[in-house]
């Protein structure tokens, strides 16, 4: 009786134990499921082996007509398939979950490994690399490194320009704020439903922080641009911006009318001060610039002065009236810089230029010292006050030209590298092809320059010396470094150039007559019928009477030649004064003619023959002695 009551409640709890057991294996088995399928990783088998299992639960019995003990012995045993089923579903899982965190692992340290590479990469390339900066309505928002999505930096930088500069002159837009989008890799940056840009991961490794920190960095700052773009381009704004330019307008009028007033009394001023004080300017009895010229140039400079004003204030007031206005005010500062840095450049130079004007000035002067230094023992020299053995005192000037010319020449090669632009290629070529020019063209001058350097040193003649170049005869009045002008005895002026005269024999009669004495010369034929005793006599006595001969030493004469008819006699007497080298020529030719005459001896030159037969004798009558 027990059996029978007990083996009946004994099938029922088992019966209820294997339904709760079933509901918690079907709540298992979906969740399993779910992981699994959200893993994308479980196996086929798994699945096939759920599937039968479920069939297996779910199936109810195939028979009623079973025993209570074979449902029991049935039941029992498939509660252990399923347990054991379960188990080993579960160490599935288990392997599962670490395959799949394996997997996440290493995916994590491949990133990290990425990400590490590429921050080592823009490190290296930060020093080298000039990022885009983005400049809206003049103002620099922030900086763009990176490239993305086939688009540079500058066409990203130029990208958001527009997007913003589009939503702050859209009037009809809504008011909105800025907010972020996470995706995968990258954030879009919005203002509501439009998209201002694109921020990626390269983007945050440049910046050195994450993409989420990088983009509520940047949202903030777009966010106020926005608010400014929007009031700036309001219609009250417009309206300001227009009364503003008017304004500006309106004050340039009335100052260029003030400027052209205040020249105009300042033209009246000048008029009534050339007329009332104004002096000529006057240069040795000279009258360079009279009144009326000086009141012209007065009035002249007073036109420029005012174009000038009027230009500085329009240099100043078109850049700001298309500053007013955000559409031209980038061309406002365009203008603004085209005149600005004109005058900063030159400004700049100048202060720049001050330490080498310094050097140059340092070195005028003391080239200017010791150009003075020389000149004044040249002087010295020239004057004789000072002697230096082999060193004549006509070699003072001409020397100190020569030193003078190369000490300019020695201060233009130091003072070269320091005159502004002797760097630039112009400068350079202008020099070379002077140069050229002057070594093409001058090699003529260049001789005679020589020629006169050395004339100078070998001392041939000096200034006011008679000398005599070829068939050329005349005092030396002038000597360059080209040419050496004469003044011949009829008052004409030959120039000669330098290297003619190096060409040719020269014969300086100034210098042996200053020291020594030059000695002119006649000859004249006596007939052998007078004895040459005489005839010396004669022509001393000749030379003694002519102005201009020196007494000591005493003239003298030379017998040059025996000839068939008459002997040749020839007079040499000394002078001093080669200037009047004419003059005494001729006194001593009149001289001759009056001794030989008084002396009753006839002078047979040029040849002359006579016959003693009653014919007239060749002395004038007024010599002849009358009885």
């Not at 394996?102 to 590429?118: F, G, I, M, V």
């Not at 004895?531 to 001969?549: E, K, Y």
Request: aromatic content about 12%; some cysteine; overall charge positive.
């Amino acid at each position: 009786m027990y059996w029978e009551k007990y083996i009946p409640l004994c099938f029922k709890k088992l019966h209820a134990q294997k339904n709760f057991a079933m509901k918690q294996f079907k709540i298992c088995l979906l969740l399993l499921l779910s992981v699994l399928t959200s893993a994308n990783t479980v196996q086929a088998q798994l699945f096939e082996r759920a599937e039968q299992l479920i069939q297996t639960a779910f199936s109810d019995n195939s028979s009623d007509s079973l025993t209570v003990e074979e449902r029991y012995r049935r039941d029992s045993v498939r509660l252990h398939e399923m347990t054991l089923q379960m188990q080993e579903m579960k160490l599935n899982e288990i392997l599962l979950r670490n395959e799949l965190d394996n997997a996440l692992n290493r995916n994590h340290k491949a990133d990290s490994l990425k990400t590490a590479e590429q921050r080592r990469a823009v490190d290296s390339l930060r020093a080298v690399t000039a990022g885009v900066p983005v400049i809206v309505d003049g103002d620099t928002l922030f900086t763009l490194y990176a490239a993305r999505g086939g688009y540079s930096p500058f066409d990203r930088a130029e990208m958001i320009n527009d997007n913003l500069l589009k939503i702050g002159k859209d009037k009809k837009l809504r008011r909105d704020s800025v907010h972020t989008l996470e995706n995968d890799g990258y954030t879009d940056i919005m203002y509501g439903n439009r998209m201002i840009f694109t921020l990626s991961d390269q983007d945050a490794i440049w910046q050195g922080v994450s993409r989420q920190v990088l983009a509520d960095l940047y949202t903030p700052i777009l966010e106020a641009k926005i608010k400014d773009l929007q009031e700036g381009y309001s219609w009250w704004q417009i309206v300001k911006r227009a009364v503003l330019f008017i304004l500006v307008v309106i004050v340039q009028y009335l100052l260029f009318k003030l400027t052209n007033y205040l020249f105009r009394k300042l033209r009246r001023q000048i008029i009534r001060f050339k007329q009332q004080k104004l002096k000529p300017i006057i240069v040795r009895d000279y009258e360079l610039l009279n009144t009326h010229r000086l009141g012209r140039i007065l009035i002249f400079f007073s036109n420029i002065v005012r174009y000038l004003v009027l230009l500085l204030q329009l240099m100043f007031t078109v850049p700001i009236m298309f500053a007013i206005f955000p559409q031209t005010e980038n061309l406002a500062l365009k203008i603004f810089r085209y005149i600005i840095e004109p005058i900063k450049m030159v400004f700049t130079a100048i202060v720049e230029y001050i330490p080498n004007l310094f050097i140059i000035l340092v070195i005028w002067y003391c080239i200017k010292y010791i150009i003075k230094g020389i000149r004044y023992i040249s002087n010295e020299i020239e004057n004789e006050k000072l002697k230096i053995n082999g060193f004549y005192p006509d070699w003072a000037r001409p020397t100190f030209n020569i030193i003078r010319f190369l000490l300019y020449a020695f201060m233009i090669a130091m003072i070269y590298p320091y005159l502004p632009g002797s760097n630039s290629g112009v400068f350079q070529g202008i020099s070379v092809f002077v140069g050229l020019i002057i070594s093409l063209g001058s090699s003529t001058v260049i001789g005679n320059i020589i020629a006169g350097l050395v004339i100078t040193y070998m001392r041939p003649f000096k200034l006011g010396d008679r000398i005599k170049l070829d068939d050329t005869t005349g005092n030396v009045i002038e000597k360059t470094p080209f040419v050496t002008r004469l003044r011949t005895p009829k008052n004409e002026v030959v120039t000669i150039p330098n290297s003619f005269i190096m060409s040719s024999h020269t014969v300086n009669y100034s210098a042996s007559a200053r020291q020594f004495g030059l000695i002119i010369h006649t000859s004249v034929t006596i007939g052998y019928d007078v004895p040459w005793r005489q005839v010396h006599q004669l022509l001393i006595n000749a030379a003694r009477m002519t102005p201009g001969v020196l007494e000591d030493p005493k003239p003298f004469v030379l017998e040059t030649a025996l000839n068939d008819y008459y002997p040749c006699y020839q007079i040499n007497a000394y002078i001093k004064d080669a200037d009047n080298y004419g003059p005494i020529m001729s006194d001593l030719h009149q001289n001759i003619q009056d001794v030989f005459n008084e002396a009753g001896v006839e002078i047979m030159s040029p040849q002359y023959i006579a016959t003693r037969d009653g014919n007239a004798t060749t002395i004038p009558s007024d010599y002849l002695k009358t009885d």
